[in-house]
């Protein structure tokens, strides 16, 4: 089993930057593809980054040069560093977590994610 919870999350003005946290708690973390999904109101869950166990990433295009995914396996924690926040990223931002993940495999689906936190909500005016 595996719990993810997230931090970071708040309202700020567009162009201006976050650092959202997920912090895991037991031992698979180190073996787990760890991911960021956002879903805007009355929108579906969409794919933003994930990270493999390597470190290898994968980003959304409209997030791509913007925001960056990062991993410290000691501290069982998933970053996301937004940077040039547009309205457009409006959402309640999920981590998700697939353990027993391949080392470089950095999966982008929904349904290949078992575990999922409740979310912290990003708001950003104009």
């Known amino acids: 089993q595996v719990q993810l919870v997230e931090s970071g999350g708040g309202l700020v003005q567009a162009g201006s930057s976050l650092r959202l946290s997920c912090a895991a708690s037991g031992r698979t973390f180190g073996t787990a593809a760890m991911a960021w999904f956002r879903q805007a109101p009355e929108k579906g869950r969409e794919f933003v980054a994930s990270i493999s166990r390597s470190s290898s990433t994968a980003y959304a295009n409209p997030v791509k040069g913007r925001f960056t995914i990062s991993r410290d396996n000691a501290e069982n924690t998933v970053y996301l560093q937004m940077n040039s926040l547009k309205p457009d990223d409006t959402a309640v931002y999920y981590c998700?977590?697939?353990?027993?993940?391949?080392?470089?495999?950095?999966?982008?689906?929904?349904?290949?994610?078992?575990?999922w936190g409740q979310g912290t909500q990003v708001t950003v005016s104009s």
């Open positions: 998700a977590a697939a353990p027993q993940s391949s080392p470089y495999l950095v999966p982008m689906s929904r349904n290949q994610y078992a575990y």
